[in-house]
């Protein structure tokens, strides 16, 4: 089946069952996984060869359309593992959980939340954009009750009663983003990865994760883009 | 493509009719139909460790089926099903300890022990009644049949089909045994028949 290269082990398969159930996991959780499967499959475990267990997963996903992705919060900056369809161009993996208006609200949500400046949309504006589905009006309950499945299935994530694409979100679609928001959706300048939440350079416009401008401005006295020079405006998280 | 169709209508654990997958995925392809379900089954078994079984020859209904060995422990599922399982396994027990088929006044009666009553919110599980003679049966946990002559209509529960692929009467005696802090052997005709 594959020329070379590491066979799939029931450890494997036991790591992308847990993997696919759970939706998305943190670094450290996946290591503590990699520990787990290999210790109960019986599979001989090197701890720092991680990635190299999920290359080999992944050679075995890849005819599928399907690959567990590395992708980083953008809260805190960490890095979490998801798995994901390469093949859909619709958020087709949602598409089975949620009925016909759920998925427009989320469509209509994630454009607000792409569309706007910091990334997130206020509760009361989804809330009106409830009302004015094609599909058929939803109710201001029924779209809270729908917002918080949403959260709960991790597409979407919660603070202060603003709303943006959850971590997991964000690495699934991401390739669906950037396509169909080519012109609004920003990329880090950084990490070069879509950046939902990010801060702007108010002279040439590039933007960066907040993560990856406290990293990047770490060592530097004098916080200044990397593009064009100018003083950094933004407070560096 | 059937894979991952497999895959997302599993992950309801509604059972997955042979005709939807005719129209859904295979469509043209109707011939070779019995190669490329076989293949799907194989690579979910190779990638997925999951068994493609059909549990009813005759309607050709599949569902997927756990193939690794159980681990202690870790169990790959969030709070709220954590809680349903719970609640099923108990059901199963007594189901499984009352010689696999029970009234469901039996039932109803058990579970009132435990503070689960039928037609009141339960905090976690919600409407119990539709979770238990709906979400299980249609998932094939239980199954459900009619007492017939009786009226008002009574029910007798047994274990569905995929509560049989899914755990065993050995683990759920075991279950028991632990719960009760006894050997699974002081329930003789149990034991033998796990």
Not at chain 2, 36 to 64: D, M, S
Request: with cysteine; net charge positive; aromatic share 8%.
């Amino acid at each position: 089946n594959t020329a070379m290269g590491a066979q799939m082990t029931d450890a494997h398969r036991r790591f992308l069952q847990i993997l696919m159930s759970k939706g998305i996991i943190e670094a450290s959780e996946a290591r503590k996984l990699h520990r787990h499967c290999c210790e109960t499959d019986k599979v001989y475990y090197a701890h720092d060869k991680l990635d190299d267990f999920i290359g080999t997963i992944n050679r075995y996903l890849q005819p599928l359309f399907m690959q567990i992705r590395k992708g980083m919060s953008e809260e805190d900056g960490r890095a979490h593992y998801a798995v994901v369809n390469l093949a859909e161009t619709e958020v087709t993996k949602m598409a089975s959980d949620y009925t016909e208006i759920e998925l427009e609200l989320f469509r209509k949500t994630m454009d607000l939340i792409i569309l706007s400046e910091n990334g997130f949309a206020s509760s009361t504006d989804i809330l009106n954009l409830a009302d004015k589905l094609k599909t058929k009006k939803m109710k201001k309950k029924e779209a809270e009750q729908v917002l918080k499945v949403f959260v709960e299935d991790k597409w979407l994530s919660e603070k202060n009663g603003e709303y943006t694409l959850h971590t997991r979100c964000i690495i699934e679609m991401e390739q669906y983003i950037l396509s169909n928001y080519q012109d609004v959706a920003r990329k880090c300048n950084i990490c070069h990865s879509l950046a939902i939440q990010s801060q702007v350079c108010e002279s040439c416009g590039i933007g960066m994760h907040l993560p990856c401008v406290r990293k990047y401005f770490k060592a530097q006295t004098e916080p200044r883009c990397p593009q064009c020079n100018e003083f950094w405006s933004c407070d560096i998280p | 493509e059937l894979v991952q169709f497999l895959l997302v209508k599993d992950q309801k654990k509604i059972p997955i009719k042979r005709a939807d997958m005719l129209k859904n995925v295979i469509r043209e392809y109707r011939d070779a139909y019995t190669e490329i379900v076989n293949q799907a089954g194989r690579t979910l078994q190779e990638v997925f460790g999951l068994r493609l079984v059909e549990i009813n020859p005759k309607r050709h209904t599949y569902i997927l089926v756990n193939n690794l060995p159980r681990a202690e422990g870790n169990h790959p599922c969030r709070g709220k099903e954590k809680a349903k399982l719970g609640l099923l396994t108990v059901i199963l027990s007594f189901i499984f300890m009352k010689g696999n088929s029970v009234k469901d006044s039996a039932l109803w009666e058990f579970l009132r022990r435990l503070r689960v009553h039928p037609g009141e919110q339960h905090e976690i599980f919600g409407d119990v009644q539709k979770l238990v003679m709906e979400e299980f049966v249609r998932q094939k946990y239980l199954e459900i049949t009619s007492i017939p002559l009786t009226d008002p209509p009574q029910f007798s529960y047994q274990w569905g089909p995929r509560a049989a692929k899914e755990t065993s009467k050995k683990d759920i005696l075991n279950f028991v045994a632990k719960v009760q802090g006894k050997s699974p052997k002081f329930w003789t005709s149990q034991y033998n028949e796990a």
